[in-house]
């Protein structure tokens, strides 16, 4: 018999707790096996509270030595304990305020969950977000409980590290004061043979903050980039947000073994290690700029989610939308803000669309969860941070910083919801956002429609919008849709500038006046007028526009607004490939020649330009192809992709070949977006190449190569080549470093050709340097095929879905959390033909038969396989 389902939790079932804590004392005795934790915890009777009154408090794998409350010890009869936790009843509490105090036993060895306290390479740490502390001792694991942490280690390891100030510290122990009152998911400890890269922060108001990263012996040069990353985070939250640091360490600790990116645990971030260690050998451009994004997203939570923090876990958003919205505004000041801009609607289309267009779509702020470690998702964080992103636009700067500084002073130490949020925005800005919420509250990707008309000297514009259904939300009512919107004539002649238009009911007629357009702007009323539409991404929708090829062409050559510019390449090319599909037709030579005016305008971002090369995916072709009434086959699919780079490649070869040779930024590396700029116009022109000249020139690029950019790109132009040594040469060299392992056993896979691809990643599992156990290489690995090669994936056979369920069910008897996330490969299944559904359809309940499968899973699977 399997365990009965377990039970979702709702929004709508929220209660303030019956008790508040007003002080922890944690002592540490750190053993791999038994680890003892003591705990002192002063709880008061919440005034406010509108539980039962009881003392719950959570626990989980924790063995209960012994616990008393105001010093009396309690006995098996004074409490109920299950393998949730641990409840005393009212009745056996003093009134008001009293002290609870426990011993538990805990093994960090043990855990392979990496969830709450465990050991890495001899090293502990710990990952409570968003439920782990209940696995280090007996608490209220809410966020809406807020506390300061004093916290004692006993070890003999040398480095010892906790949340807030260092108090004191000895031979074999050290003792460390938080004094902002905090959830207990952002309490971490840290202990181990570390060594620190430090430096120090004088900030806005001349205090001094002593600033390390924590490494391995052996990993102390590879720190410089994230800590120049921090000083930047840092001066930016001061200038931009007016946020200063509150504490007077910073500590960074970089770990191999860890399910996320990085955790901003207050004062002590936790990171992956790929997110902090990079040399210009060992790490790609893209590797540097998502060490200098993340390092900058965790420190920006020390005010955005710490310092305010979420009532509960539903409000998730609150925190990690806000927080990615601020990264991504540093990001487009560090770099170039219209490729940044680029880049995260590519990753918004891959991830947010996409989950929004099948079984997992949910609200930014969900209203029930079984896991909710499965809902740190593309809608919370992307779609989060493209909500205040609208309402940015819509209130101004000035407005968004007024209601911001608002926000922070009404709300410091305290845990918060939307309905707080938007509170301070109405109340600073005095607009009524009642329907503005509903981007909070309802699933799905809304469709945009435009639709045009001249009459005489004016154009007549309607937009619609509708709202699709999601599993449980039949139904829906208008979003709040801003439009940027600017118009231009042929010849490129811009005739309305920049411009807002609000769209919140289902349909609004909006009049041009061309005429007076055309008369102010000083040339004749043009025969025909081209709508430049959702300039810049302006809200996350579908646009559904009637352009035309020969509209496209103008947009793709003269938009003022470099998105624009390039999603009307962007279009060019899925139209394309879409006809290759249907009819096979052949691509229209036009096409390439914007492309190559395009590639040789000097004074447009190198950047930029690589981004207008790059084809859509193989996935976004599916999805167009399941919007425009087909059934994708992914062979196929990866067929026109390859075809299309190919006739791209002859056509545009003496320009590719020019911008190769030109785009070399020199014998010196610099991470900088200058020179990343350069490579990857230099790498994508050398991928191209490699289509239609043979090996020379990557072969020559591989043994040139003095950085990891352009190795790895030399690299993937080579297996793409059918080059059958390079991937030994490579694994020569770097088969003593983790990180780049882990792009060797990726890169491979991604680029095997499909029908092997299956067979090459179960040949890597068997290669000894792959560690299912670590999430990073499980993940290049898995990853590599489900994501890096979807027509390997989705063989025909099913032994692609077949892989795939075997490594989760492996996986999930010992890290559910990484099984989980992986499983959303099967997301887009009702997209295929009726074999391959039926394929996916068995793996999935061969996977919810299992026995003992996680809740992450279990829940995971359910939802993707529906009803
Ligand atoms: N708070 C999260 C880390 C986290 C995620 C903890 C899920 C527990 C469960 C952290 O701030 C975060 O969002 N990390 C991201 C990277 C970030 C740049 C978007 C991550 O780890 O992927
Ligand atoms: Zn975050």
Redesign the pocket.
């Known amino acids: 018999m399997k365990d009965a389902a377990p039970q979702p939790i709702h929004l709508a079932d929220y209660r303030p707790p019956s008790y508040l804590v007003e002080e922890v004392r944690l002592t540490f005795r750190l053993q791999p096996k038994g680890t003892r934790v003591l705990s002192t915890i002063r709880f008061r009777a919440n005034p406010e509270g509108l539980e039962d009154g009881n003392l719950h408090l959570d626990g989980e794998g924790v063995r209960l030595i012994s616990c008393s409350i105001d010093g009396a010890p309690l006995t098996a009869f004074d409490y109920l304990l299950t393998a949730e936790g641990l409840t005393v009843p009212a009745a056996r509490l003093p009134e008001g305020a009293f002290t609870w105090e426990a011993e538990v036993e805990i093994d960090p060895e043990e855990n392979t969950a990496l969830e709450g306290l465990y050991t890495s390479n001899g090293m502990f740490c710990t990952?409570c977000?968003?439920e782990g502390f209940r696995k280090i001792t007996f608490y209220p694991d809410r966020p809406d409980v807020m506390a300061r942490f004093t916290v004692r280690i006993e070890s003999d390891l040398p480095v010892l590290l906790s949340n807030g100030n260092p108090v004191a510290s000895g031979a074999g122990w050290a003792e460390w004061h938080d004094p902002w009152p905090k959830p207990a998911y952002l309490f971490a400890l840290v202990a181990g043979e570390l060594v620190a890269h430090s430096d120090r922060f004088t900030t806005m108001s001349g205090r001094e903050v002593a600033l390390n990263i924590w490494v391995r012996p052996g990993d102390e040069g590879k720190c410089a980039y994230a800590m120049d990353a921090l000083k930047r985070s840092m001066r930016w939250d001061e200038e931009v947000y007016g946020r200063e640091y509150d504490l007077d360490v910073f500590n960074i600790v970089a770990v191999d073994d860890f399910?996320?990116?990085?955790?901003?645990n207050k004062g002590l971030n936790i990171f992956?290690s790929k997110f902090v260690l990079a040399t210009p050998e060992t790490a790609t451009d893209r590797d540097y700029d998502f060490i200098e994004?993340?390092v900058a997203?965790?420190y920006f939570?020390n005010w955005t989610?710490n310092r305010i923090t979420c009532r509960d876990w539903f409000q998730l958003c609150l925190?990690?939308g806000l927080?990615?919205f601020r990264?991504q505004q540093f990001s487009a000041d560090m770099r170039s803000a219209p490729v940044k801009r680029i880049e995260e609607v590519l990753q918004l289309r891959a991830r947010q669309f996409r989950e929004d267009a099948g079984p997992l779509a949910h609200n930014v702020r969900p209203d029930s969860y079984v896991e909710i470690?499965n809902f740190?998702t593309a809608t919370v964080?992307e779609k989060g941070a493209e909500v205040i992103g609208m309402l940015h636009r819509l209130v101004g700067a000035d407005g968004y910083r007024a209601a911001l500084d608002a926000y922070f002073s009404r709300h410091d130490g305290q845990a918060c919801t939307i309905e707080d949020w938007l509170a301070v925005f109405e109340d600073v800005t005095g607009r009524d956002l009642s329907q503005f919420k509903r981007w909070y509250t309802q699933a799905g990707t809304p469709r945009v429609s435009a639709r045009w008309a001249r009459t005489g000297g004016t154009l007549k514009m309607t937009l619609t919008q509708e709202l699709p259904a999601t599993p449980g939300q039949p139904l829906k009512e208008p979003a709040v849709i801003p439009v940027a919107l600017g118009l231009l004539a042929p010849d490129g002649t811009e005739l309305l500038p920049e411009t807002l238009v609000v769209l919140d009911g289902r349909e609004a007629e909006l009049d041009f006046d061309i005429a007076g357009m055309a008369e102010r702007a000083g040339v004749a009323m043009p025969e025909r007028v081209i709508p430049s539409l959702l300039r810049g991404f302006s809200a996350p929708v579908i646009l559904d526009a009637p352009l035309s090829r020969a509209d496209r062409l103008v947009l793709l050559a003269h938009d003022p607004d470099p998105f624009n510019r390039w999603e009307a390449g962007r279009s060019l090319m899925r139209e394309t490939l879409l006809a290759m599909l249907t009819d096979g037709a052949a691509p229209d030579a036009a096409l390439f020649e914007a492309l190559a005016t395009l590639l040789t305008t000097d004074t447009l971002d190198p950047a930029y330009r690589a981004l207008a090369l790059a084809l859509p995916s193989e996935d976004d072709i599916a999805q167009a192809a399941h919007d425009a009434g087909m059934v994708p086959d992914p062979t196929a699919i990866h067929g026109v992709r390859r075809a299309l780079q190919t006739a791209m490649a002859e056509a545009l070869r003496p320009v590719l070949a020019a911008l190769h040779d030109a785009m070399d930024p020199g014998p010196v590396y610099s991470p900088d977006a200058e020179q990343a700029a350069k490579r990857s116009l230099r790498n994508a022109a050398l991928m191209l190449l490699a289509r239609v000249e043979g090996p020379e020139r990557a072969q020559a690029r591989y043994d040139a190569a003095t950085n990891m950019t352009d190795e790895m790109a030399a690299f993937a132009a080579l297996l793409e080549a059918g080059d059958t040594q390079v991937a030994a040469r490579f694994h020569d060299r770097w088969k003593g470093d983790r990180l780049v392992m882990d792009k060797w056993f990726m890169v491979q896979i991604a680029h095997a050709e499909p029908e092997q691809a299956v067979a090459v990643a179960q040949r890597l599992t068997d290669h000894p340097l792959f560690d299912w156990k670590n999430p990073n290489r499980f993940r290049s690995v898995i990853g590599g095929l489900t994501a890096g090669n979807p027509a390997g994936f989705h063989d025909p056979t099913g032994a692609g879905y077949r892989f795939l369920a075997d490594w989760l069910l492996k996986v999930d008897a010992k890290n559910p959390q990484t099984a989980a996330r992986m499983s959303t490969a099967y997301e887009t299944w009702r997209r295929y033909d009726a074999d391959r559904q039926e394929l996916i359809a068995g793996e999935l309940d061969r996977i919810a038969a299992a026995e003992g499968l996680s809740r992450d899973l279990g829940e995971m699977v359910s939802r993707i396989r529906g009803s």
């Open positions: 990952q977000e968003a399910n996320m990116g990085a955790m901003e992956n994004g993340i997203h965790e939570h989610g925190k990690e927080t990615v990264d470690n740190y964080y």
